[in-house]
């Protein structure tokens, strides 16, 4: 039975070369599409290196003051940070770090661009960079204003080129000379908050880190001791803040959160609109546009399809098909059509996401077809078969046998 | 073995109400081949089409094989077709997509047989048309005749006691509807099918066991 359906579906879709190549594309390219943005969301998302400790860590990225006309919103300084975080009792390590910063150093006459962060020592068990030589920095050479430096891989193959060590040579950066005592591997971009190129204590900052300001560069990641530390810190921070003053008298409110990964990775920088809903919202309206619009176009093409075939079932029904084996069968063929087009979409997405990788389109993002995502793409794949073949199978069924064949 | 009774039909339109059988009774006997004659319009076509269930009557009583067949669903209906009935068409009505023999197994399809017993049984109805060395082309590649013996062989291969066929020979010159209703007498003569074929031509229909002849959806002889 299925052999003969399978039959029957191939030699339709060989006839109707056309229709076959524009549902083929149809699933194939939204396919490829959905494909591509899963594993773009699931780097960003879902890679966790190098905070694998993510579902015990809360991040401090924004504080925003605000009055009836005035409002000024960023990331906070050095000195707020480690005052405040300093009185909490819950987390075991607070990391602080500033923002990432681009300069350029010279190579052999060369320019490059370097970006450039600044950390403190507890910044490194917070965090679990892989390091391939060297080991970082501690509270010692913190406090001492050591010029060491820790260095991607990729800042080490563009300023050395292709030695085995580095530890203990120098890098120039901003006109001093830093040595190297530690490499890690790279942070993918999309990862903002912890990718740099050079990582440097925050003592060598030429920038005043002990201001009393409350904004400045930096941003904080509280470790907590299990997950169930996370409401716990969470709510610490707000009562700390809810005794925070105001810097200045035309302000009268301070906001400043301790957020899981994903809302800080999405803070849209103002009190008022939430990050995570509108990236949310966002993805969703695209994947079901992208979803809706090529299932309605399947749909039609089927209906097309299969009542050019009314023949064949006005036949079918005569020899004793019933409506239900017809909807079977119609279904069976939209399920072949589709996972070929899931197949052929499947090669495609291998093919793009490798030209992305290759591309470099951003920096040390390596995009990479995972289960999850293949099996999110052919679930999709199923599910178009199955929705855009039950209207038209259901509407042909119930096609009269004499009126089908008279047409 | 077919039992017409009072048998009424009305195509319902927006604007017109066209009474296409009007009162029909009419008793075929099993092993009976009759032939059914009438002008164009007269309703032939529609009573063929309620004896084969395929149309369901306004008014009036089927029984086939001494069923009843007004209470049937649609499963029940098929099945019912599918073991009883074979059909003839004019326009052959072959799938164009598939080869002679598949077009030939598709009754089976819809019973419990496996691959093999189709194939053969298959084979075996289009030998019996003169066409065993046919199986591998498409319709298309066949001539009107060949077409049409082909569709003979679908409407025998599972062995039904009733065949109705609608002007088979309509569609093809003399010496090829003589070869098709030679095929025809054939069945009823050596397998005792019941045939009820509608026709235009009057020497054919003078080959049949009874002529039916059908004025404006009445029966008048
Ligand atoms: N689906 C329909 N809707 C409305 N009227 C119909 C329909 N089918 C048939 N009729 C009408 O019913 C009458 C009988 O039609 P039928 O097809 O049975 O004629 P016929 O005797 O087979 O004619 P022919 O010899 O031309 O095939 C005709 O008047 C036709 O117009
Ligand atoms: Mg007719």
């Known amino acids: ?407 | 073995m077919i039992r017409l009774q009072n048998i009424e039909k009305v195509y319902r339109t927006d604007t017109i109400e066209t009474l296409a059988l009007n009162s029909v009774s009419l008793d075929i006997a099993k092993g009976e081949f009759l032939s059914i004659m009438g002008p164009s319009g007269c309703g032939k076509s529609t009573l063929l089409n309620i004896m084969g269930l395929l149309d369901a009557p306004s008014k009036g009583e089927i029984r086939i094989d001494d069923q009843k067949t007004g209470g049937m669903n649609d499963k029940q209906l098929a099945q019912f077709r599918n073991k009883k009935l074979g059909f003839i068409f004019q326009s052959y009505h072959l799938i164009n997509d598939l080869q002679v023999l598949d077009n030939v197994e598709l009754p089976l399809l819809y019973r419990d047989t496996t691959a093999k017993q189709r194939r053969e049984l298959a084979a075996e109805a289009l030998a019996k048309v003169g066409l065993a060395n046919r199986l591998k082309h498409f319709p298309t590649q066949l001539s009107g005749g060949q077409r049409q013996r082909v569709a003979i062989a679908r409407a025998i291969v599972g062995k039904p006691e009733i065949i109705l066929a609608d002007e088979p020979t309509g569609n093809l010159d003399s010496a090829m509807g003589n070869e098709i209703m030679e095929i025809l007498l054939n069945l009823n003569r050596n397998d005792g099918t019941t045939i009820v074929m509608v026709t235009h031509d009057e020497n054919m229909a003078h080959k049949t066991h009874r002529l039916v002849r059908l004025f404006d959806g009445a029966q008048v002889q």
């Not at chain 1, 029957?8 to 396919?31: E, H, M, N, Q």
């Not at chain 1, 199923?382 to 039950?390: M, T």
């Open chain 1, 1 to 407: 039975m299925l052999k003969n359906y399978f039959k029957i579906a191939i030699a339709v879709l060989k006839r109707r070369k056309f229709f076959t190549f524009i549902s083929l594309f149809g699933i194939s390219f939204t396919l490829t599409i959905l494909m591509v943005l899963t594993a773009f969301i699931n780097k960003v998302v879902g890679d966790n290196y190098p905070d694998k400790k993510r579902d015990r860590s809360l991040y401090i990225n924004r504080l925003q003051e605000s009055g009836e006309e005035n409002m000024m919103s960023s990331t906070l300084s050095y000195y707020f940070l480690s005052h405040y975080t300093g009185m909490m009792k819950t987390p075991v390590k607070v990391a602080i770090s500033s923002m990432f910063k681009g300069t350029n150093t010279y190579v052999n006459n060369k320019k490059i661009a370097v970006n450039f962060k600044y950390t403190n020592a507890e910044y490194w068990d917070v965090l679990d960079y892989d390091f391939t030589e060297g080991k970082p920095f501690n509270k010692q050479q913190v406090t001492n204003a050591d010029r060491v430096a820790i260095i991607s891989e990729d800042m080490k193959r563009q300023y050395f080129g292709d030695v085995a060590t580095v530890v203990g040579k120098y890098i120039e950066a901003d006109n001093v000379d830093y040595r190297v005592i530690g490499v890690v591997k790279n942070v993918p971009v999309t990862n903002y908050m912890l990718y740099s190129d050079i990582y440097l204590p925050y003592t060598v900052s030429k920038e005043d880190y002990k201001s009393k300001g409350y904004l400045g560069a930096y941003m904080a990641i509280l470790l907590g001791n299990s997950p169930g530390d996370i409401p716990k810190m969470q709510a610490e921070y707000e009562s700390i803040i809810a005794r925070v003053p105001v810097e200045r008298k035309e302000f009268k409110h301070v906001y400043s959160h301790a957020n899981t990964f994903f809302r800080s990775y999405v803070d849209t920088g103002n009190e008022k609109q939430s990050g995570v809903f509108i990236v949310v919202t966002a993805i969703s309206i695209f994947v079901f546009i992208f979803t809706l619009l090529p299932t309605l176009n399947l749909v039609n093409i089927n209906i097309t399809r299969i009542m050019e075939r009314s023949s064949e079932i006005g036949v079918r029904k005569a020899f004793g098909a019933s409506s239900k084996t017809l909807v079977y069968q119609f279904l069976v063929e939209n399920l072949i059509l589709t996972i070929l087009g899931g197949v052929i979409g499947t090669v495609l997405s291998v093919f793009a996401l490798y030209a992305i990788n290759n591309a470099n389109l951003i920096d040390n993002l390596e995009l990479s077809i995972n289960f999850t995502v293949l099996f999110i793409g052919l679930l999709v794949c199923l599910v178009f078969g199955l929705l855009s073949g039950v209207y038209p199978a259901w509407r042909m069924s119930k096609l009269n046998v004499v009126t089908a064949l008279k047409a």
